[in-house]
């Protein structure tokens, strides 16, 4: 499941961010991430009232309090993502985005940060990331 959860992450990532970009060009930046982040916050209201309703006051209990700057985040990515899109085209900014996720996600793992539990370092994941960075450079040509 988690497979398939990741396969189509990646697609509406993409996917959305073409939209987002193509938004842009009609509004801008700010105005095409606020919509981003409102419709969202109202799918993710529609869909809570639809489930099991646990207890939002449960926020108030989150600790460390930095990790409540998701949707912070959030916005941000959103504003890259369209920015690296209309300069860069989509696959070249997705291919860009995803090798960047993979090595601050391994470096995350590596060091334990935010709470994950610490991993081992493994040359075949260190491999991999070259492998993915050398992808890029292929890919420039």
């Excluded at 993710?44 to 949707?71: D, H, K, M, N």
């Excluded at 040359?123 to 890029?136: D, F, M, R, Y």
Aim: aromatic share 10%.
């Amino acid at each position: 499941m988690g497979f398939a959860a990741a396969l189509l992450s990646g697609a509406l990532m993409s996917i959305q961010g073409v939209f987002n970009t193509q938004v842009t060009k009609q509004t801008s930046v700010w105005v095409a991430s606020g919509w981003v982040q409102l419709t969202a916050f109202a799918a993710c209201v529609a869909i809570w009232l639809c489930t099991g309703r646990e207890s939002a006051a449960g926020l108030f209990q989150v600790s460390p309090r930095y990790l409540l700057t998701g949707g912070i985040l959030g916005a941000l990515i959103t504003y890259t993502v369209i920015r690296s899109m209309g300069s860069l085209g989509p696959a070249k900014a997705a291919l860009l985005i995803v090798v960047t996720q993979i090595i601050v996600a391994y470096v995350i793992e590596l060091l334990g940060l935010f709470g994950v539990e610490k991993a081992s370092f493994a040359w075949n994941k260190l491999l991999g990331a070259v492998i993915a960075v050398a992808g890029i450079v292929l890919f420039e040509r």
